[in-house]
């Protein structure tokens, strides 16, 4: 039996309230004993984690990962057929970090796509020992035997606990909703249509009803598709500056007023995903007020990166929903630190090279995020003292944990061991050939920042370590 000790470290749990240097004792994959230092008896293994944080590991509820393709494009019969072959170089994370893409250019590299795998070892390589995948895939995962694909393939990966997102509508079509209950039996955590809203409100109420029967949340990518339809970059003087069609704002205020009113007259727990304007801030506020159970995010992106970004037209910058004006960035950050906003999530959308190297028009929207999210939470909302540390901790774990209803999230005795040791004072600069990640697609390449991710552990066992 394996006595893990973490030792010296300012442990940092918001949902004990805990916050002060003491030793973490693990046994068998668990959180055992938390007291002063040398309390804790003997351990087989003691990790010095004097002058670091040592805090419950990440939960981020968007994830996109790039797998399967299982089906192929012309099976209409939803068949599972046999998984693509994973050849050593395309989805096994390296225990060397992603050096051996750095050295290869881009031109005589095939572009990887994210797997599971990959996937999951970059949360791990940013502190998340659990990621919730979204289901656009391509075919979206919809049915009881994707969701178990999905499962499998992440015991086969051992790293971050992978929980599989299904479908709201089959096929992700918006017509028709999908098999929820057979999707939760499977192992699925919550229904979500992300990419897209489900436009038809008669079958989203359908699917909303049947969540909440499933006692399961939604995960709700708001925005009226009349109003964004064509849309590119954020509505406004840059779009018209660059000649491009904008995405108006109030696409997603509608579509967040909405849901809002569906989540209260079908009593399904509705989280809104990825909010990036003031207009829809102050409709969550309002409903949260009202008592709606609803609950939101907002992604690293929206808080630290304004439209300017897009002004060279470099795709990198290419997201949905867009990156908006400085004053919506100002009305998020405000949300995030009075809680209208309760969860922080990095969308982490890892796209090809070749895809994003398309004109800003064509190329798909979407940035990877799992292992630049630490710093960039730092630099936007600790560093300037609009949170302090358990706060912002507290946005990366238990209230993910509440929206989803699971374990964790904490370092509470008898909690599952999944923590995460940050060095708070490390100073790097974010390199993307550097990442776990089979995507580069990362808008802070460069930034000089502060805070790294030092180890992980999951169920008790180091699945990451940094040098
Ligand atoms: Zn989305």
């Not at 949902?15 to 003491?22: I, N």
């Not at 939760?184 to 989203?204: E, I, K, L, Y």
């Amino acid at each position: 039996m394996t006595r893990l000790l973490m030792a010296g470290g300012r442990l940092i749990d918001p949902a004990s309230g805990r916050d002060e240097r003491a030793d973490l004792l693990i046994e068998r994959g668990r959180i055992a004993a938390i007291g002063g230092s040398g309390t804790l008896g003997r351990a087989d293994r003691t990790i010095d984690c004097r002058g670091r944080l040592v805090v419950p590991g990440f939960i981020d509820l968007h994830v996109h990962l790039r797998e399967p393709p299982f089906f192929t494009e012309s099976d209409s019969a939803r068949q599972v057929g046999r998984p693509t072959p994973h050849t050593p170089e395309n989805g096994s994370p390296s225990q060397e970090g992603g050096a051996r893409q750095a050295a290869r250019p881009a031109a005589q590299a095939p572009d990887l796509p994210e797997t599971i795998a990959s996937g999951a070892a970059a949360a791990v390589a940013g502190g998340f020992t659990t990621i919730c995948a979204m289901p656009n895939t391509r075919p979206p995962v919809d049915s009881a035997e994707a969701v178990g694909y999905y499962v499998a393939r992440a015991r086969e990966a051992n790293l971050a606990r992978v929980l599989p997102v299904g479908c709201m509508t089959q096929g992700r079509a918006g017509r028709e909703p999908a098999n929820l209950a057979a999707m939760r039996r499977a192992g699925a955590v919550a229904f979500s249509d992300d990419g897209s809203d489900v436009a038809d409100a008669a079958v989203f109420e359908q699917v909303l009803r049947e969540a909440a029967r499933l006692g399961v949340p939604a995960l709700c990518h708001c925005e009226d598709a009349a109003l964004a339809a064509g849309g590119v970059i954020n509505d406004g003087p840059l779009a018209s500056a660059l000649g491009l069609p904008g995405l108006a704002p109030e696409a997603e205020e509608v579509a967040v007023e909405r849901a809002c009113d569906l989540a209260a007259r079908t009593g399904c727990r509705v989280h809104i995903c990825h909010v990036s304007t003031e207009g829809a801030v102050d409709v969550l506020r309002r409903a949260k007020s009202a008592g709606v159970p609803v609950t939101a995010e907002a992604a690293p992106h929206h808080l630290a990166l304004t439209e300017e970004a897009l002004a060279r037209r470099d795709t990198v910058f290419k997201v949905s929903p867009p990156l908006r004006s400085g004053h919506d960035v100002d009305a998020l950050l405000r949300a995030v630190c009075d809680r209208t906003i309760d969860c922080l999530a990095t969308d982490h959308a890892p796209h090809a090279a070749a895809e994003k190297a398309k004109r800003l028009a064509e190329a798909p929207p979407g940035m990877i995020g799992l292992e630049s999210a630490l710093p960039v939470y730092l630099a936007t909302l600790v560093e300037p003292y609009l949170l302090a540390w358990p706060q912002l901790v507290a946005r990366l774990t238990i209230n993910p944990a509440r929206v989803l209803g699971i374990e964790g999230g904490t370092l509470s005795i008898g909690a599952p061991a999944d923590v995460a040791v940050i060095d708070p004072e490390a100073r790097w600069t974010i390199d993307p050939n550097a990442f776990r990640s089979a995507a580069r697609n990362c808008p802070f390449a460069g930034w000089d920042v502060r805070g790294r991710v030092m180890m992980t552990l999951v169920g008790g066992n180091i699945v990451f370590q940094y040098l």
